[in-house]
């Protein structure tokens, strides 16, 4: 949908802090939720890994209530040179390396995934279509094409799904 | 991997030692410790600096000789001569011999190196031992090495007037996460701390990334992203890696790495100079030790000839009667290393393919370490990037260490005003993690290459019916069966509740953090039941100590496949 052959890339770096779901409370929250595996409640958790290989944009999708634009902190037309330029500016913030940092791994990772998702025209395509699309019509669909492919185990990840996409 | 009981000891004492320098943080100095040369950097507040020893010299042969009581290492000690360090008494060659076993293709190379090598061919440690006073005696490459480390600590400590406690090592990237703890121990033995492990190349790669920086900053230009390839061969290793790079972040898209290097060659013209060579040097008497090391001499100096002439002439008095005497062209050479070209070229060829980039995308190819004189060496990595010219903005010999001192100031929390040490490296893993699964299959879960920090998380389930326990047996390397790749160390998980096989879900999760510590969490989930069955495990990496082959044997021969798992995934597939 959001072609990226549509952009222009000599534009600079755009941060969009003020975006709703990148607000403090939200963002630490998801942190603190991924952060703790051992204490956490871990069957949602390994139940929706379990899709990992077979549907993969989904899953990042549904695990992170986060917009992967608003993690990289970029508007959702930037070019690959603004989303290259921007992950690089925030891994010298908030890689655990980094001078300044006061942030632990599981931030960096989060970016890092976004970035291995947004630099790939082929999965930033489809990553654009998942978000493009309705809310409902996009569960709908995820729920029936996972469940041809596997056995019950889909029923209960699928409300679980809910409940998690729910709280965002 | 850091020790802790001894990293504990370390912080406590500089706390109280350090009181004046408290408000900031203890800077790192970077230590790159060659298999034949070894020298010392630190960030001085505006740039980097070499550390020269009491003889004014940079690089550093690393040795320790072993006399009477009190043994010495390279740094300081004078030898009178170069046979001296070839007379039996004098350890070399740490890096090729530390934390292998006795079955190790590298150890049995070590065997023609002037002092003992003894292999039991068992898979155990092999006996390494110097000559002191017509007596062999024992000693480990960990030893060897901290004698070393503490003469460096030593030299820095009087230069730069303080205590040193924290270093960036650079290391090989084949480098087994068992053999970075034998380095880990080495360097608490001599009461230094390991901020990081900085494989080789990548340490070159953050040298370039500053000086990009700098040529940035100079034009004003916008900084647009540099994917250079850096080849790295010294003595022991040699080691490839592709970053990408920009306003002074360097990101290793892909590493590789194997134990060939230098020695290699010289071994191997020393082979062909004297066919017969371990068979005459098999009683490893003093007498032999003398003559293996006159004739690692004349060959070295051959080798070092023919990197600017087409041939030399060689000329060995072996006095048992046999002489050498004859002219070794560059052909020649280049055919009886024939083998180690074709692996340095693979080496190359299969990182630029691992970090996906197009040969053309490729801005610098870089070419550091000893080896990287040798004109076929530089032929082959220029022919495999498509260049014309290396990168010649950096010191071959000084690249390593100069990029683990900037990476020392880095991760001690140092910054600059002007913006030199605005710099991060993002590494990755350079070799797959996984555990045993389906028979005897290696299942990665962290794939090599993948960026650090990392956490991945797999699930597994039961290979039997009402089965209770399962074995968690951690691996390293790329081979699909287990035997192919390192143990790391294994556990088990317990409790499971007695159900058809392929119910209970074993999810196993491996988290590798940004100082590259590996910890593995295991725990039990039952279909239906949101709490986990037990407690989860978290488990430190690796637990091996020595013989790590034989524990795998050992638990095949006490459980068999009672206690396998299989990955969940592949059920679901079918």
């Known amino acids: 949908m959001l072609g990226i052959g549509t952009l222009s890339t000599g534009n600079s770096l755009q941060l969009s802090p003020e975006s709703p779901l990148s607000s403090p409370s939200c963002r630490t929250t998801n942190y603190q939720r991924s952060m703790s595996f051992p204490s956490r409640n871990p069957k949602r958790f390994t139940v929706i890994h379990a899709f990992a290989e077979t549907i993969p944009k989904v899953n990042v999708l549904n695990k ?86 596997s056995g019950g185990f889909v029923g209960q990840t699928q409300t679980r799904r809910w409940e998690t996409d729910q709280c965002w | 991997m850091a020790e802790q009981a001894y990293t504990v000891a370390s912080d406590s004492e500089t706390t109280g030692e350090d009181k004046p320098t408290t408000p900031y943080p203890e800077l790192a100095i970077g230590i790159d410790i060659g298999t034949s040369q070894c020298c010392v950097a630190v960030w001085n507040g505006s740039e980097v600096e070499l550390l020269k020893n009491t003889r004014n010299q940079k690089m550093m042969r690393s040795y320790v000789t072993f006399k009477d009581e009190i043994p010495t290492g390279g740094v300081s000690a004078h030898l009178s001569h170069e046979h001296e360090m070839f007379s039996g008494s004098a350890i070399f060659n740490m890096k090729r011999l530390i934390g292998r076993t006795d079955t190790d293709p590298v150890i049995h ?74 380095i880990e121990r080495a360097c608490a033995m001599a009461g230094l701390h390991v901020l990081r492990l900085m494989p080789e190349p990548t340490a070159a790669a953050l040298l370039y990334a500053q000086q990009q920086q700098q040529v940035v900053h100079d034009n004003m230009g916008s900084g647009s992203e540099k994917i250079a390839l850096i080849f790295n061969m010294g003595a022991g290793y040699c080691d490839v890696c592709v970053t990408a790079t920009a306003g002074g972040v360097s990101q290793i898209k892909a590493l590789s790495g194997g134990s060939i290097g230098g020695e290699d060659i010289l071994q191997n013209v020393m082979h062909h100079l004297l066919p017969n060579l371990d068979c005459l040097f098999s009683s490893h008497g003093p007498n032999e030790i003398k003559l293996m090391g006159l004739l690692r001499i004349a060959t070295q100096d051959a080798i070092h000839e023919l990197s600017s002439q087409d041939s030399v002439r060689v000329e060995v008095d072996l006095k048992n009667g046999s002489k050498i005497n004859r002219v070794l062209g560059r052909a020649e050479f280049e055919e009886i290393n024939r083998e180690v070209f074709r692996k340095c070229e693979n080496l190359v060829m299969q990182c630029i393919n691992d970090a996906k980039v197009n040969v053309e995308d490729i801005s610098d190819a870089i070419l550091v370490g000893g080896c990287s004189n040798i004109p076929k060496v530089r032929s082959l990595v220029l022919g495999s990037c498509k260049k014309e010219e290396p990168y010649l903005g950096m010191d071959p010999l000084e690249a390593a260490v100069c990029g683990a001192a900037l990476e020392g100031a880095v991760a001690s929390g140092i910054s600059d005003p002007l913006g030199s040490l605005d710099l991060l490296t993002i590494q990755a893993i350079p070799l797959s993690l996984g555990i045993c699964a389906d028979g005897n299959s290696f299942v990665p879960i962290i794939n090599r290459n993948t960026t650090m920090p990392a956490r991945k998380e797999l699930s597994f389930t039961t290979a039997r019916e009402n089965q209770t326990e399962a074995l968690i047996a951690v691996y390293e390397g790329e081979g699909t069966k287990v035997e192919e790749n390192h143990l790391l160390g294994y556990f088990k998980v317990i409790g499971i509740p007695p159900a058809p096989k392929g119910s209970p879900e074993i999810s196993v999760c491996m988290d590798i953090d940004a100082s590259n510590v590996l910890r593995v969490f295991a725990g039990v989930l039952m279909p239906g039941v949101r709490q986990p069955v037990q407690p989860f495990l978290e488990v430190k990496m690796p637990t091996v100590d020595d013989g790590h082959g034989w524990c795998a044997e050992a638990l095949l021969k006490m459980y068999g496949s009672t206690l396998d798992l299989c990955t969940l995934q592949k059920k679901m597939l079918q």
């Open chain 2, 109 to 182: 190379a070590s065997k023609t190196l002037p002092f003992l090598v003894q292999t039991l061919n068992i898979g155990v440690r092999p006996f390494i031992a110097a000559l002191v006073n017509d007596v062999w005696r024992s000693t480990t490459p960990e030893e060897v090495l901290a004698v070393f480390l503490v003469e460096l600590r030593a030299m820095a400590e009087v230069q730069l007037k303080r205590v040193i406690r924290n270093v960036v090592l650079t290391i090989p990237v084949s480098f087994s996460r068992f053999q970075l703890t034998r």
């Open chain 1, 64 to 149: 992170k209530p986060a917009n992967l634009y608003e993690i990289l902190r970029v508007k959702e037309t930037a070019s690959p040179v603004e989303i290259k330029t921007a992950y690089r500016s925030l891994a010298k913030r908030i890689h655990p390396d980094a001078a300044t940092s006061e942030s632990d791994s599981r931030d960096f990772m989060e970016i890092h995934k976004a970035y291995t998702t947004l630099s790939d025209p082929t999965a930033r395509a489809r990553y654009d279509l998942s978000i493009g699309a309705a809310g409902i019509r996009r569960f709908g669909n995820r729920s029936s094409s996972s469940s041809s492919s």
